[in-house]
């Protein structure tokens, strides 16, 4: 986590936090190499191609509601699945459009004003943990339906009668083989790499929020040092800090407002109809387990994004609070020239 130095304190790698996040993504082609977006390369290539694939597999999908829209049951069994792959979908397209924002962000944060001390990097570690345990959490749940969902026709026998994992329509006969067998792995690699995006794109978002938090934490100790001779230039580099943390956060809202907006908006949406499932499938069946994790996902999904907001506000509040407004209105010494026009 930390590189070494001979010369310097050891700097603290933001990115070590996030680089499974990072891994995951640039495999599904949604982080490019350098502190750039999307260039004219082979990964642009690989990128533009992968999701291509993946998204036609959500376009039969989203056919086959116009042969069953007046079948209730039928159309309750596929159209949460076919809300949760369009979101997915959306947001890979915003991400992309997005990257540059996000390499900027990535960038600043390892700019001198956000390295913490060494004795700092406990006072945010709660963040940290809390973040990976949600992650984990929502990663495992995810994992699992993916595989329920892989093998389902297997598990209820109806793979004898070339029964798909999504029901689809397709443009030739996808119930003969060899066609059966590649429409089927198509359909698997689509979910898991949009299934899989979706949940490094959320954490990623959720890290954002995180490392917000992490500098609220680092300022809020900053503030009850100040201290001694040096008060006016400790004050200063405080207010310089809270004015970069500040900018940080609001460039990380322009880069996640509109996923956030949309992400509650499908995701409860997509609870309801999965619930509404519930109620119809045999109790104890595959379909069942399935659906039970999905909903579990989807839950803590949702919680992802309100837990690591919710904490940005306390922090936030916690960097003003007043034991150390009144530290700093005790201090004797008078602001000198520097510190009015940097307060001003």
Request: net charge negative; aromatic share 14%; with cysteine.
């Amino acid at each position: 986590m930390f590189a070494k130095s001979d010369k310097k304190p050891a700097k603290f790698q933001w990115k070590s936090i996030i680089k499974t996040n990072i891994m995951i993504l640039r495999v599904v082609g949604l982080w490019p190499r350098g502190a750039e977006g999307y260039e004219p390369n082979l990964y642009t290539l690989y990128s533009a191609v992968l999701n291509f694939v993946v998204s036609c597999s959500s376009i039969f999908q989203s056919a086959y509601i116009f042969l069953i829209y007046t079948d209730l049951q039928a159309l309750a069994a596929i159209i949460f699945v076919i809300f949760t792959d369009w979101l997915a979908a959306v947001k890979v397209c915003y991400f992309v459009f997005k990257t540059s924002i996000l390499k900027e962000q990535m960038t600043e944060l390892e700019s001198t004003m956000f390295q913490p001390q060494l004795a700092q990097q406990r006072v945010f570690q709660a963040s940290v943990t809390s973040w990976r345990l949600i992650y984990t959490a929502f990663s495992v749940l995810t994992i699992i339906t993916l595989h329920l969902w892989t093998f389902f026709p297997i598990l209820d026998g109806t793979v004898k009668e070339h029964r798909l994992p999504f029901w689809a329509w397709y443009p030739y006969d996808a119930h003969s083989s060899p066609l059966y067998e590649l429409t089927y792995v198509h359909q698997i690699i689509s979910v898991w790499c949009l299934a899989m995006a979706n949940v490094n794109m959320d954490a990623l978002i959720a890290a954002l929020m995180m490392f917000i938090s992490a500098q609220c934490d680092v300022l809020s100790d900053n503030l009850k040092g100040l201290t001694g001779d040096d008060f006016n230039d400790k004050l200063v580099e405080c207010i310089k800090h809270h004015k970069r943390i500040v900018r940080f956060a609001a460039n990380c809202n322009r880069f996640f407002n509109e996923i956030a907006l949309g992400q509650f908006f499908t995701s409860s949406a997509s609870l309801a109809l999965a619930m509404f499932q519930l109620t119809l499938v045999e109790p104890l069946s595959s379909e069942c387990y399935s659906l039970l994790f999905y909903v579990s996902a989807i839950t803590v999904q949702i919680f992802l994004y309100c837990w690591c907001g919710t904490d940005v506000e306390v922090r936030c509040s916690a960097s003003h609070n007043d034991q150390v407004r009144l530290e700093i209105h005790d201090q004797d010494e008078p602001p000198d020239a520097e510190t009015d026009r940097t307060l001003a």
